[in-house]
């Protein structure tokens, strides 16, 4: 059984960072590609960023991009998302997801692609 276990939300000031993680278990990490999507009150989950197989492709919704970076090591099973600068229109919850069907080098941004989520992380930025 596959798990996904996110941790590192809270409330920051506009401006600030925070550093989100997600720490897998139960599969094949290395093959899985990676994402992050964050959904706000009342709107719906979308993506933010995605990562290949190895990390050495990415991708960002274009709202996050020059602000978040995300990462991965295959070797400890966890998924990292580096958010600096932050507004509070960036204020959501935000999970992580496995898809376990893509190819090496394919980043798939629909919800629907992704096999496994996590619980949520809130993200909380104040102005």
């Known amino acids: 059984q596959v798990q996904l276990v996110e941790s590192g939300g809270g409330l920051v000031q506009a401006g600030g960072s925070l550093r989100l993680s997600c720490a897998v278990s139960?599969?094949?990490?290395?093959?899985?590609?990676m994402a992050w999507f964050r959904q706000a009150p009342g709107q719906e989950r979308e993506f933010v960023a995605g990562s290949s197989w190895s990390g050495g492709k990415m991708y960002y919704t274009d709202s996050v991009k020059g602000r978040f970076t995300i990462s991965r090591d295959n070797a400890k099973n966890t998924v990292y998302l580096q958010m600096n600068s932050l507004k509070p229109e960036d204020t959501a919850v935000y999970y992580c997801?496995?898809?376990?069907?893509?190819?090496?080098?394919?980043?798939?941004?629909?919800?629907?692609?992704?096999?496994?989520w996590g619980q949520g992380t809130q993200v909380t930025v104040s102005s």
């Open positions: 139960g599969g094949t990490f290395s093959h899985y590609t």
């Open positions: 997801a496995a898809d376990r069907k893509s190819s090496a080098f394919l980043i798939n941004t629909r919800i629907n692609s992704y096999d496994y």
